[in-house]
């Protein structure tokens, strides 16, 4: 029997030395800044890309809601490289440049100079030097449609993929929705080449739903959803969750306290204090920071956790929301072939 004593207390001492270890290696800070630490390499890699530049353009002259129409894929299908020196005007005064169609294809291709789409006021602005710009870009859609009426309904459509000298560099997926102004909904993303992509959504409704979402694969990084409700001329926050890695901070109607999860574990010695500049905004890419307190009783705000990438990501969300690229360049250069082919 006292044989057995020994290799018992071993094991004994051994699973005690597991479990504190595990206790310790499971905290909240811990969790968060391995989190972070992803979140920040995602974002080094992400902010060096060319779909990163494309995505967060912000130098744009026209906008192309101004357009009530109905186009689908087949009517605007085909491969076509831009013409240099061909500048006219047509469609309300909508200037643009002219495509020629080369070849056959069940998909929208679009060869251009990158130098039209990374400094888009050149499809409104002629450049004396544009004719000795190679056609080095490349736009295919998979699948577009665009409607639009001057009763605020509209039902959009685009999947395509981007290409540089001709080497892929990401691929753009957008859809949005509405019947009237309380029935709407859209969603962009961006796939990166290195496996990891942006999203941001909104549905609005009695109830509406905002969301955005940093992924590696298939793995969430970081996704922020933000549930309003609404009353009247009021709306109100019901619910908000931030997910960064196994962290979880969510902040619900009728809970007294903003509640923080680790691994889908409530943590009572942890707590968080969300401060927004304005009231209306309940995302941490516009005007919402989050004051953290660890189990060890230590704070910090997660805008001075995060750093820079939190400022790159808040570049990324509002483009994409307001979803510049494909309204301002695809659709736009989309018209250009269907009222030229008209």
Request: proline residues 3%.
């Amino acid at each position: 029997m006292k044989k057995n004593l020994l290799p018992l207390s071993l094991l004994a001492g051994l699973l005690l030395w597991q479990c504190s270890g595990t206790e310790t290696d499971t905290s909240v800070r811990k969790s968060l800044d391995e989190g972070i630490n992803r979140i920040s390499k995602a974002v080094n890699i992400i902010s060096r890309t060319k779909g990163y530049e494309l995505m967060t353009l912000t130098d744009m002259t026209k906008s192309g809601d101004g357009y009530s129409d109905s186009i689908s894929l087949g009517m605007i299908s085909g491969v076509f490289d831009f013409m240099p020196d061909t500048f006219v005007y047509r469609h309300f005064s909508m200037p643009f440049w002219k495509f020629s169609r080369t070849a056959d294809s069940d998909k929208l291709v679009m060869n251009m100079p990158y130098k039209l789409v990374s400094r888009p006021r050149y499809l409104f602005n002629p450049d004396p030097e544009e004719g000795e710009t190679e056609n080095d870009f490349t736009i295919t859609s998979s699948d577009y449609h665009y409607y639009y009426s001057f009763l605020r309904r509209f039902d959009y459509l685009l999947n395509a993929g981007l290409a540089l000298e001709g080497e892929d560099i990401g691929k753009l997926e957008v859809a949005s929705a509405g019947e009237s102004f309380s029935g709407r909904s859209y969603s962009s993303k961006y796939s990166f080449t290195d496996d990891y992509s942006f999203e941001v959504a909104f549905t609005r409704g009695d109830t509406s739903v905002s969301s955005m979402a940093l992924l590696e694969g298939d793995e969430l990084l970081m996704g922020e959803e933000n549930h309003f409700i609404h009353s009247g001329f009021r709306t109100f926050e019901r619910k908000y969750i931030l997910t960064i890695g196994d962290v979880q901070i969510v902040r619900s109607t009728g809970v007294d306290s903003i509640e923080v999860y680790l691994a889908g574990v409530l943590q009572n010695s942890a707590a968080a204090v969300i401060t927004d500049e304005d009231e209306t905004e309940g995302s941490v890419c516009r005007h919402r920071d989050i004051e953290l307190t660890f189990n060890d009783g230590t704070t910090a705000r997660l805008s001075e956790l995060m750093g820079p990438s939190l400022e790159i990501l808040k570049s990324l969300a509002g483009p994409m929301r307001e979803m510049y690229f494909a309204r301002r360049i695809v659709d736009h250069l989309a018209m250009t072939i269907y009222y030229q082919k008209r």
